[in-house]
T-cell receptor, first 115, second 116 residues
Framework: KNQVEQSPQSLIILEGKNCTLQ??????????LRWYKQDTGRGPVSLTI???SENTKSNGRYTATLDADTKQSSLHITASQLSDSASYIC??????????????WGLGTSLAVNP | EPEVTQTPSHQVTQMGQEVILRCVPI?????FYWYRQILGQKVEFLVS????????KSEIFDDQFSVERPDGSNFTLKIRSTKLEDSAMYFC??????????????FGEGSRLTVL
C-alpha cells in the first residue's frame, strides 16, 4: 500500500534554531517527492521537488534531502523565523501505467517557532 | 505572480442544501483539481479535470459531487445535498502539465465549508 509517514507529528523550537523534519515512504513506482508548506487555514505552497536522482536541494533556508534506497526524505530548516510556523507536508508522486499520476500525501509536521 | 483564486472563503450551510464552490485557476494551466482537508487530517484528493472532462476521481467524489468549467475561466465544485461530514476546507489547484517540472500544483487559499 502506498503510504507516506512523517515525523515528528509536531515540533516546537525557538526562533533562530535549526530543525529537521522526516518523511518515510513506501510508494511504487516513485516519480518525485515534494515538500509543501501550509500556513494555518491556507493552501499548501510548494517548497521543493526532488527527483529520483537528486540527493539534496536547497531553497533559501530550506534544504531537502532524498535517499531513494532507504525511501527517506528530510527537510532541514536553518535559522528558523517566526514565519516558519506552519505545517510541512511531504507528498510523493507515483506514476502508474498510462502516465496516471497519483499524489500520496503525508499528514504533515506541525512546526511552531517561538520567540 | 499568477495565482489560483477561490470563492467564497467561508460558507455556512444547512444539511441537505446545495453548495457551489468557485475557483479561477491560473490562466495557462491545463489541469485542474479539487482537494479537501478535514480539520487535523490529511489533504484528500477529490477529482482532476482536463480537456473539459473528469480525468480521475476518488472514492470520496460520489454522485453528490460534480465539477464544471462553465466558461473557460471558472472551475466549480458542486455538492448537491450537503452532509455534516462534508464540513472541511476545500482547495482548488491547477497545474500546467503532469510532468516532473510542469506538474507542480498551485493551490488556492481554500473555501471553508461548515455544514450545520
Amino acid at each position: 500500500k502506498n503510504q507516506v509517514e512523517q515525523s515528528p507529528q509536531s515540533l516546537i523550537i525557538l526562533e533562530g534554531k535549526n530543525c529537521t523534519l522526516q518523511c518515510n515512504y513506501t510508494v511504487s513506482p516513485f516519480s518525485n517527492l515534494r515538500w509543501y508548506k501550509q500556513d494555518t487555514g491556507r493552501g499548501p505552497v510548494s517548497l521543493t521537488i526532488m527527483t529520483f536522482s537528486e540527493n539534496t536541494k536547497s531553497n533559501g533556508r530550506y534544504t531537502a534531502t532524498l535517499d531513494a534506497d532507504t525511501k527517506q526524505s528530510s527537510l532541514h530548516i536553518t535559522a528558523s523565523q517566526l514565519s516558519d510556523s506552519a505545517s510541512y507536508i511531504c507528498v510523493v508522486i507515483v506514476n502508474n501505467a498510462g502516465n496516471n499520476r497519483k499524489l500520496i500525501w503525508g499528514l504533515g509536521t506541525s512546526l511552531a517557532v517561538n520567540p | 505572480e499568477p495565482e489560483v483564486t477561490q470563492t467564497p472563503s467561508h460558507q455556512v450551510t444547512q444539511m441537505g442544501q446545495e453548495v457551489i464552490l468557485r475557483c479561477v485557476p491560473i490562466s495557462n494551466h491545463l489541469y485542474f483539481y479539487w482537494y479537501r482537508q478535514i480539520l487535523g487530517q490529511k489533504v484528500e484528493f477529490l477529482v482532476s479535470f482536463y480537456n473539459n472532462e473528469i480525468s480521475e476521481k476518488s472514492e470520496i467524489f460520489d454522485d453528490q459531487f460534480s465539477v464544471e468549467r462553465p466558461d473557460g475561466s471558472n472551475f466549480t465544485l458542486k455538492i448537491r445535498s450537503t452532509k455534516l461530514e462534508d464540513s472541511a476546507m476545500y482547495f482548488c489547484a491547477s497545474s500546467l502539465g503532469q510532468g516532473v517540472n510542469t506538474g507542480e500544483l498551485f493551490f488556492g487559499e481554500g473555501s471553508r465549508l461548515t455544514v450545520l
